[in-house]
Structures are given as C-alpha cells and as structure tokens.
C-alpha cells in the first residue's frame, strides 16, 4: 500500500501535515493502547520515509523499493530460488520445516507438539474505570487479582521438597509416544500424548502435598497497573505474565487491562480533544467580552469573544486538551459559544432594549 495513503495524506502534504497525521494514528492503533500491531507498524514505517526529506524524494521516484534497489530479493523469492535450484536438496524433516516457516502450516501426522504450549497458563482480562482527569497524566492503580500461583511448597516443580524428579521411563523424557499404524497404503507414525506422565516427560517421585504436582495453586496477588496519559475507553494495556501461573513453572498468561473512561458532566472527549458549551450574553456576542472557562486541570482561564459573535461560533484553546500518547504535545480544547435568551427580564432591561430596537438593533 502507498505510504501516503497509510498516513491518509496527498503527495504535496507538508512535513507537518504528515507529523499530525502520523500522531492521529499512533494514538489509534498503538499496541500498547490496545491498537492493531500490524496497522502500527505500517504507519511507523510510512512515517520514518516520509519524515526524512531525502528518503521521500527516493520514494516518490522509485517507489516502496528504493531501498532495495540493486539488492537481492527477499521472503517468498528466496524460497523459490531454493526450489527450483537442484543443487539444494531437503530431506522430508526440512522440507516441512521450510513450509512451516513460509506458510505456517499446523503440521501432519509425523509433526509434534510443543509440550510448553499445553501448560502456559490462561489469560485473565480485567476492566478498570478512570475519570476524565486521570487521563491528563499517568498513574497508577493497584488490584486484587485471584488466580492460579506458584505454589509455595514446592517453588512450582510439583514434587515434594527434596523428592526427585525423575525422567519418564515411558516416553524417555520427550512427553510424547511414538505409534506406527499400518494401512492398505502403507504404514506411517504418529505421536500422541504419552499416557503415563501426561506429556510431561518427567514424574516426581512424590508429589508436592499442596499443589497435588501442578506446581501451582490458587491464590490472590496483588498487581500494580501502570496506566499511561492519554488511554482512551475501550484501550487495553498488556501485562505479559501477569495472570495464571503456568503448569510446573512453565510461562504464565497474559493480563489484559481494559480501560473505561467516566463521562464528564462539563467536557466531551473526541481523540485528544475536549469540547465545551458556553453561554454568553447578547450585549457579550455583540460588544465582544472576556469571558471565564473551565479547564479539565480544575483552574479556569480567560477566554476573548470577539465583537460580533453568532451563536453556535466555536474557539479554540490550543494545548488544553488530552495529553498524545506518544508523549509530544496535548489535543485542543473547543469551546462553542451559545447566545443566551433570557425568558424573564426587568422593566428597565426591557425599555433598553426598545430603545435598541429603534435604533435597528
């Protein structure tokens, strides 16, 4: 895909047309914030060339490969040359290896399984709320989180401190038996979990009374969250080997951390931006005024209203806003001035405006 089209700019967008563009999206799709990966990465990349003048005039003569040219190919076209090149031979091991590897094939009968896989522990995803005002700066939240821990007896082995862990006479340690079955086309050899260590390829000679040899047991940890300025609602934050112990010390899961952010009773968030309805007089609109705003810090500043305001005219404030996430600047904050029509005025106020309405007012 063309790199302006990533960043969604034209061919004659300026350097800073490109840089906001390129924060809009990192805000969006960073991983971090719950973001798709690969759709940052095609934006990161699209950024380095076109933020770099020399880079972009090289692209935009010879196109996504100018940094390749005169260089040999690489992925798919290495593979093919290896094909078809006889000089190259694979045994049947490698080649499914190669077609793993390029085409991420889950394997055939001969393949085997990946024994850590089946002991990673689970997952855990969890939902925190957080005001609008958090937002503006990181903090941090810490919680009670049940689930699955080493056990503490047996430091998460299984056996019983000071028992021995012995290699399974059955499967000679690999968790996996071989089996050869034979048919009408010829015989060919499987692997199945080894029914005496569970696929383990080892058994403790006596098992940890506590976790009965899992090498784990349920418990409660708690957990400090760091949650960065900026997240938005719905944006989850990755917390590698935070959840669910792994069978015998094998990998914990994962903990996912989405986060909801309260409704603000005075601003709207849109992306990084905040908006605000103000109400103003009519003599305000007309004569224009310094008017006192909110801010989402909690210290209010002047604002000028221009002499001849319409209702519904919108201000803005620069840097009043939600801090980016990639930690350079703040979003705007908006202000949309509203003419305030009183339903009841005085008897004076009310020959004013007469006096007014004569003059064409």
């Known amino acids: 895909m063309d790199y302006y089209e990533i960043l969604g700019v034209t061919k004659q ?3 800073d047309e490109i840089k906001k563009a390129f924060h809009k999206l990192a805000h969006k799709y960073h991983p971090d914030k719950g973001g798709d990966e690969k759709k940052f990465k095609e934006i990161n990349e699209a950024y380095q060339v076109l933020s770099d003048a020399q880079k972009r005039q090289q692209y935009d003569q010879f196109g996504k490969g100018f940094d390749q040219m ?34 991420s094939f889950g394997g055939g009968g001969g393949r085997r399984a990946n024994k850590k896989d089946t002991k990673k522990g689970k997952d855990i995803q969890v939902d925190i709320e957080i005001s609008l005002e958090e937002t503006l700066k990181a903090i941090t939240r810490k919680i009670s989180l049940e689930k699955l821990i080493t056990c503490h007896r047996c430091a998460g082995k299984g056996a019983e401190p000071g028992s021995k862990i012995n290699e399974c006479v059955m499967c000679r340690g690999q968790g996996q038996v071989q089996e050869v079955k034979r048919t009408i086309l010829g015989s060919y050899t499987t692997f199945a979990t080894c029914p005496e260590c569970k696929g383990e390829g080892t058994k403790p000679e006596k098992p940890c009374n ?32 935070r959840a669910d112990a792994g069978k015998k010390n094998a990998r914990a899961g994962d903990l996912y951390i ?11 968030r849109k992306e990084d931006d905040l908006y605000l309805a103000s109400q103003i007089g009519f003599s305000q609109a007309v004569l224009g005024d310094e008017i006192e705003i909110p801010t989402l810090e909690g210290s209010p500043i002047l604002l000028k209203v221009p002499a001849g305001t319409e209702s519904g005219k919108i201000l803005r404030v620069s840097g009043k806003g939600i801090p980016h996430f990639d930690g350079y600047g703040r979003g705007n904050l908006y202000v949309q001035l509203e003419i305030n029509t009183p339903k009841k005025i005085s008897r004076r106020q009310k020959e004013l405006l007469n006096e007014l309405k004569k003059e064409g007012l």
């Open 13 to 15: 967008a300026s350097q």
């Open 70 to 103: 005169g260089g040999a190919g690489q992925g798919a076209g290495d593979f093919n040359w290896a094909w078809q090149n006889q000089s190259v031979n694979f045994d049947s091991e490698d080649l499914g290896d190669i077609f793993e590897n390029f085409f």
């Open 210 to 241: 506590v976790c009965k040899g899992e090498g784990r047991t349920k418990g409660r940890e708690e957990i400090e969250i760091n949650i960065p300025a900026g997240i938005d609602t719905n944006q989850v934050i990755k917390m590698e080997g």
């Open 258 to 268: 989405r986060i909801f952010v309260k409704k603000h009773p005075v601003f709207v």
